[in-house]
């Protein structure tokens, strides 16, 4: 199995696009979106259409997950621009969907998200990505792109896209029509970070999930130890 992500997003047209593809190959994705592009309280036109394509992935069973606010650098903010930009976009996954998100991603990845984001993110879980980053926002190039996906992905792969590029959307498309030969299937994030958990196991909010591998429990923590 392996987990596509989409960040930034929603986009009103290239999300859509994407949402129609992923129904069509019965496949499964994780959205980390900015929380100003669903807030019903900004006064854009696009908001009441991203609002309606949350509401979308929820009812097709993709996961939504926590990508700040404003897409800002947390590790360089103050914790309470940090608490703000990960609450406020929570409670606005919780408005329009009635669940609050389980996982968090920061703008910029691991190395901008020190131990004291994480912290103020908890419970939320930190998601990034397992080394198989295309730089989509920078290489338009969808057959460099796709090849670089499925050289790199195995099972257990965390695979970073963003949702606002056509060219990023036509990159999944290809690449899981490809993986999908290899005898892949296309999960949330939950599902591939849940694989190892049973009934002994959870996840640890301090740490950063890039992937979990087949029996990989170096990153999970017992759950006696959560509760002593």
């Not at 899981?176 to 049973?198: K, P, W």
């Amino acid at each position: 199995m392996v987990a596509f992500t989409f960040d930034d997003g929603p986009d009103p047209v290239q999300t859509k696009r994407l949402l129609d593809g992923l129904q069509e190959r019965n496949a499964k994705a994780t959205f980390f979106v900015v929380g100003m592009k669903i807030d019903p309280e900004q006064q854009d036109v696009r908001t009441k259409t991203n609002i309606q394509l949350i509401q979308r992935m929820q009812a097709e069973g993709h996961e939504i997950g926590n990508h700040t606010y404003t897409h800002c650098y947390l590790s360089q903010a103050t914790p309470s621009q940090v608490y703000k930009e990960l609450s406020k976009t929570s409670q606005i996954i919780e408005m329009i969907t009635g669940a609050k998100p389980k996982y968090m991603r920061p703008p910029g990845g691991g190395s901008l998200t020190a131990p004291w984001v994480r912290k103020i993110a908890s419970p939320m879980i930190t998601v990034c990505w397992s080394g198989v980053d295309t730089r989509d926002w920078e290489c338009r190039n969808v057959t460099k792109m796709v090849d670089q996906i499925v050289k790199s992905v195995r099972d257990g792969s965390i695979v970073l896209l963003h949702d606002n590029y056509a060219t990023s959307v036509e990159t999944a498309f290809q690449a899981m029509d490809r993986l999908a030969g290899e005898g892949y299937r296309f999960v949330t994030v939950d599902t591939l970070l849940s694989r190892n958990l049973g009934t002994e196991y959870q996840l640890n909010p301090m740490r950063i999930y890039s992937a979990m591998y087949p029996g990989d429990l170096s990153k999970l923590q017992k759950k006696e130890l959560q509760n002593a």
